[in-house]
């Protein structure tokens, strides 16, 4: 069941359940103009300072804001890539599901804000390597519907837990703890592939400000 918390703040209707889509409603019109999606992590201006050190030097988990409270900040911002109220929604749902899989509900949030902005129908890039990514976390072997909107919580729901699995692994490469200690240094394994201990903000050619950008948007920054 939703939290009162977002419930108050969005003025929607608890449903009898998860499985049942919930729709957030529209910002206004100046809100919710268009905008070219933003997941294009490697041209992208970096959220507040850059962080730079190991894992110690990033924000610990008792200082991240809650899962709601973070999502109620994003919204607009899925707004803005042309999201109907059913898609955020929907969004909400795929976190929440895919958080079973053992990852922080806010991280995975995170990662889809700095990945694609939750646009549903973000375009399919091509890494480095020439990997196809898609989807919501732009994760290769991932579904992607570029440029549709208004889809199913099964299509939606797909890309995130996608994304989350790969997470997942990295995560696991890092001791799977709930922690710091586990969850920074896999955010820079989930970007750039390798990983430099003492500095997580050195990209090896990916985007430099990755994990700080989410240790940023963790704490409660928006773009």
Partial sequence: M???????????????????????????????????AKNLTLN??????????????????SSWIGFDDMFNRNKNSMFSTGDT??????????????????????VILGIIMQESHGDVGVV?????????????????????YPGKHGLTQAQITGMVKGGTEHFKANLKNWGDKWSAESIFPALREYNSGSVNTK?????????????????HR???SVD
């Avoid at 898609?87 to 806010?106: C, P």
């Fill in 2 to 36: 939703l939290f009162p918390t977002l419930l108050l703040a969005l003025g929607v209707t608890i449903p009898s359940a998860l499985s049942t889509p919930i729709s957030f409603p529209a910002p206004s019109s100046e809100v919710a103009a268009h905008t070219t």
């Fill in 44 to 61: 992208i201006q970096a959220l507040g300072t850059v962080i730079h050190g190991d894992w110690t030097k990033f924000p610990a988990i």
């Fill in 85 to 106: 109220g059913e898609d955020v929604g929907r969004i909400y749902n795929a976190i929440k599901e895919a958080a079973k899989i053992g990852v922080d509900e806010r």
């Fill in 124 to 144: 399919t890039t091509i890494s480095p390597d020439g990997i196809p990514t898609a989807g919501l976390m732009q994760c290769s072997g991932c579904p992607g």
């Fill in 199 to 215: 500095d997580l903000s050195d990209a090896r050619g990916a985007t430099a400000s990755y994990v700080s950008d989410i240790a």
């Fill in 218 to 220: 963790l704490t409660g």
